[in-house]
């Protein structure tokens, strides 16, 4: 059997104890998603989404009229989001969230967070 050293063990050890925090840090970061939204031919696409709370989600306007992407429950707002431009919100409350557009009634979507 081989004889490994004390300082040995110490030296390989260290670099994966120092690691862990950062490591835990990454995780949490990554749990947090960006999605995409467009709006193209007074529709959001995609029509229903599930995300999870504390993602983000980004609303692009592909039309030429202005839209908004407005929770009915008041969870989220992107305001008025013109022609080419994106607005990027934050979900932060669980449930399913139904949205639409505050010019155009018949422009409706849903957003789940769990
Ligand atoms: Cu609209």
């Known amino acids: 059997m081989p004889n ?3 300082r040995h063990v110490i030296a390989t050890a260290l670099p994966a104890i120092a690691a862990l ?3 835990a840090i990454s995780a949490r970061r990554a749990r947090a998603a960006t999605h995409r939204v467009e709006i193209k ?3 959001f696409s995609p029509a229903s989404l599930n995300v999870a709370v504390g993602d983000s989600v980004v609303f692009t306007n592909r ?4 839209h908004t992407a407005t929770a009915l ?3 989220f707002d992107t305001g008025t989001i013109r022609r080419n431009k994106a607005v990027q919100v934050t979900i932060s409350a669980a449930g399913t969230h139904g949205y639409r557009c505050k010019f155009h009634a018949a422009m409706k979507a849903t957003l789940t967070a769990g």
């Not at 039309?63 to 202005?66: N, Q």
């Open 73 to 75: 429950d008041g969870s």
């Open 4 to 6: 490994i050293s004390r």
């Open 41 to 43: 031919g007074f529709a």
């Open 21 to 23: 925090p950062l490591l």
């Open 63 to 66: 039309d030429s009229a202005p």
